[in-house]
């Protein structure tokens, strides 16, 4: 594997992330929708920010190729890669919800090592890598260490994600059994689960840029996180107190 100056490269992407938030601020609740091929929508927000961000990360790593959401590829992904989205979360922003992020990681050989989840509206951002802990506005945080269902809060996706992901079934008997089900969706509600507040999340039917950073941040923060196969072109993942984990998991078919 490569050698990489970590915290060079935490840096680089809070650099990255800052200059996002310049552009996605001042353009929150002030911004059109459009809608892409797939239905999702986007803003000119969102590609306003995946420029500044690629700008910046091109001039601290020029070596490095990128991968985002709204432009794609640029460069090589065969080594090491920057993935990003720019606003996770859109369909939130584009009403006026301040509970949409950035997301930022950094890849070698397909495996994420890096990661920044930041949530601009609420001034907090998640920062980690491989072997670094990760940090909250500069301070460690850790995973809560719940082992009792009935006890956690549990966070999940939108329900029509379940149905992608044909695990209906799964989203209804947690809905029957878990006294705390909540939908924090997004990287909004990845974050809450590093913070300790959310014992484990369901996240499922996404794509490599909304993951990669909480790949690497939930094990750093001290909790599990399982990668499921993927299904029709897109992955899932389950992550948090590793006991929690253990049993929702059980939940999925």
Not at 40 to 63: K, Y
Not at 138 to 161: E, F, K, M, V, W
Request: overall charge negative.
């Amino acid at each position: 594997m490569t050698t990489i100056d970590f915290e060079k490269v935490a840096q680089a992407a809070e650099g990255a992330a800052d200059c996002a938030r310049a552009e996605i601020l001042p353009r929150f609740r002030r911004v059109s929708v459009e809608h892409k091929s797939d239905g999702s929508p986007v803003t000119e927000a969102d590609r306003a920010a995946e420029r500044a961000i690629g700008a910046h990360l091109r001039s601290c790593f020029p070596d490095f190729g990128l991968l985002g959401e709204e432009y794609g590829s640029d460069g090589s992904i065969e080594g090491p890669h920057w993935i990003i989205d720019p606003i996770d979360g859109t369909i939130g922003f584009s009403r006026g919800i301040a509970l949409f992020s950035t997301l930022i990681a950094l890849a070698i050989d397909g495996e994420p090592v890096m990661g920044l989840i930041d949530l601009p509206g609420l001034g907090e951002r998640y920062v980690g890598w491989k072997g670094g802990g990760c940090r909250r506005n500069g301070i460690p945080t850790r995973i809560a260490q719940i082992s009792d269902l009935n006890d956690a809060i549990i966070s999940h996706g939108d329900p029509y994600s379940f149905d992608a992901f044909d695990q209906r079934p799964a989203f209804e008997r947690m809905a029957r059994e878990i006294p705390m089900l909540r939908g924090y969706t997004d990287a909004f509600g990845h974050g809450q689960v590093l913070a300790g507040g959310v014992g484990a999340m369901v996240d499922l039917s996404l794509n490599v840029w909304d993951v990669a950073a909480t790949q690497v941040l939930v094990p750093e923060a001290g909790g599990r996180c399982v990668t499921l196969p993927e299904h029709r072109g897109k992955t899932g993942i389950v992550f948090g107190s590793p006991p929690l984990v253990e049993q929702l998991c059980a939940y999925l078919s």
